[in-house]
């Protein structure tokens, strides 16, 4: 376990262990400092300000400072740290994408399509024989799901004569 006297320890080691401590994120443990220390939310703007500067040049205000050592203690210690904090509010459940079941959806079609192109595929090495089609794409399994999701008829497939070499 770290402790908060330890030489050495950097005021951002400080607020970096706090917040994994408590189980939040950085920022909101500013937040969550701000409001012990001055009883009230901070203006959005003034405590990004704060935390760009904490992120970018190290400079930690006292008030988080005080908290994290606070936290720490309690922490060593033994005690719940997050018991009398207040912190459920800025504890922030992982987001979902809001497209999300969209490209689970998708994923699932493209899925499906492409098995059953797989299982739809027959293939007898006695009788068949690839087919050369004439087609707008190059691929025949692109053109006819072209032409099914347009909600037009495949057109059929002829096979190309095969070219006769030509007598020497």
């Known amino acids: 376990m770290r402790s908060v006297d330890k030489p050495g320890a950097t005021d951002c080691r400080i607020v970096t262990d706090a917040a994994a401590a408590l189980g939040v994120r950085e920022y909101d443990f500013f937040h969550l400092a701000f409001h012990q220390w001055f009883g009230g939310e901070a203006e959005k703007k003034a405590l990004e300000r704060i935390f760009v500067r904490y992120m970018f040049h190290q400079e930690v205000p006292a008030w988080v400072r005080h908290l994290g050592r606070e936290v720490l203690l309690r922490r060593d210690r033994g005690e719940v740290v997050s018991a009398r904090m207040d912190i459920g509010r800025y504890r922030q459940p992982p987001s979902r994408h809001p497209l999300g079941r969209y490209y689970v959806a998708l994923v699932a079609v493209v899925w499906l399509m492409l098995f059953s192109v797989i299982l739809t595929t027959q293939y007898d090495p006695g009788t068949s024989e690839p087919i050369h089609c004439q087609t707008e794409s190059g691929s025949r399994i692109v053109d006819i799901w072209t032409y099914i999701l347009a909600g037009r008829e495949?057109?059929?497939?002829?096979?190309?004569?095969?070219?006769?070499?030509?007598?020497?």
């Open 154 to 168: 495949p057109p059929p497939c002829h096979a190309r004569e095969k070219e006769q070499p030509a007598p020497t």
